[in-house]
């Protein structure tokens, strides 16, 4: 005994190989709007400085006053914020952070400066923590998720 198909199976896999196509770009879409959403916030959060950090030292604080530069917390100059940014791999893979390979007139890698911030316990010296990553990421890690799996849901709604 056999089975046997019927109807017009070829009509059935074009159907599934065209919703796969449409699905892998609008997912690609989505997950580049999240990414882009993420590298704003992170640059609000900045132009803000609304994350508790603890406040620069007295000495530190007048060190850079005295050379020019910004007040703000990391933000000595606009080099580190300037190289935030989005890096989409594929339609399902992507990140944001400070672009690789760049560094500041000392030598020093911004990617190097980021994680002592994000990490200072590793970085043998007294700096306070001054996350930025960490809680940007937890503030939007429901809502991007969800924005992508609300599109997939859609997709399949039509």
Not at 3 to 8: A, C, H, P
Not at 34 to 44: Q, T
Not at 61 to 75: F, M, Q, S, W
Not at 139 to 157: C, D, H, Q, Y
């Amino acid at each position: 005994m056999g089975v046997s198909f019927t109807g017009d199976w070829g009509k059935l896999l074009g159907n599934l190989d065209r919703v796969k196509r449409e699905l892998k770009s609008d997912t690609g879409k989505r997950i580049g709007r999240a990414l882009m959403k993420i590298e704003r916030k992170v640059l609000d959060h900045l132009d803000a400085q609304d994350l508790g950090w603890d406040p620069l030292t007295k000495p530190y604080a007048k060190r850079k006053a005295l050379l020019g530069l910004d007040p703000d917390t990391l933000r000595a100059t606009n080099t580190m914020y300037e190289n935030i940014t989005t890096d989409q791999a594929d339609e399902y893979h992507g990140a944001v952070g400070v672009m690789r390979g760049v560094k500041t007139k000392d030598g020093e890698e911004l990617t190097d400066i980021a994680i002592i911030h994000e990490q200072p316990d590793n970085d043998g010296k007294k700096i306070p923590p001054r996350k930025l990553w960490e809680p940007t990421f937890k503030e939007m890690e429901k809502e991007i998720p969800a924005g992508i799996t609300g599109g997939v849901r859609k997709f399949f709604e039509k």
